[in-house]
């Protein structure tokens, strides 16, 4: 099975205990109800915590953002910063993000694995597509830098 966008169970929000979650950040997150999951690996993303700037003359996203990565048993904190989003299509049919990833906590058990677990990362990212359940595209393209390269 590959990754696909999808609404959270009930049964999974009690499997993975995702009510305890919003806990972090002083409870300044707001995790989606929604996640993108490879349910035979075991393996998801779930967007937890958007940054926005109400104090801007532009108020708005700020291209920030923070994730909840479930990899094979391991429950990890991802910050991004999204560089450039844009449809790449006329008809938006196309989307491409340029996302930078400021920050992973793999846990040491699975850092020699350190390659698998960040190529899974960009592939829920690309069927993420840049909003998920919501995301109209037929395609996507992702360009995820980390430490300078490109994953």
């Not at 997150?29 to 490879?38: C, F, K, M, Q, Y």
């Not at 993000?97 to 793999?106: C, T, V």
């Amino acid at each position: 099975m590959a990754f696909v966008n999808e609404q959270i169970s009930k049964d999974d929000y009690k499997k993975y205990g995702l009510d305890i979650l919003p806990d972090r950040l002083h409870g300044l997150g707001n995790p989606s109800r929604a996640w993108t999951i490879d349910k035979e690996r075991d393996i998801w993303l779930r967007l937890f915590f958007a940054q926005h700037d109400h104090t801007a003359d532009n108020p708005g996203y700020t291209g920030h953002r923070t994730w909840d990565f479930y990899w094979k048993g391991a429950l990890m904190s991802v910050e991004t910063f999204e560089r450039q989003t844009k449809p790449s299509s006329e008809n938006n049919s196309i989307y491409y993000a340029y996302i930078e990833l400021k920050d992973i906590e793999i846990p040491n058990v699975y850092l020699s694995q350190k390659s698998v677990v960040l190529h899974d990362l960009k592939q829920a990212f690309v069927i993420y597509a840049g909003a998920g359940i919501y995301a109209n595209t037929t395609s996507c393209m992702i360009d995820l830098e980390y430490r300078g390269k490109l994953v």
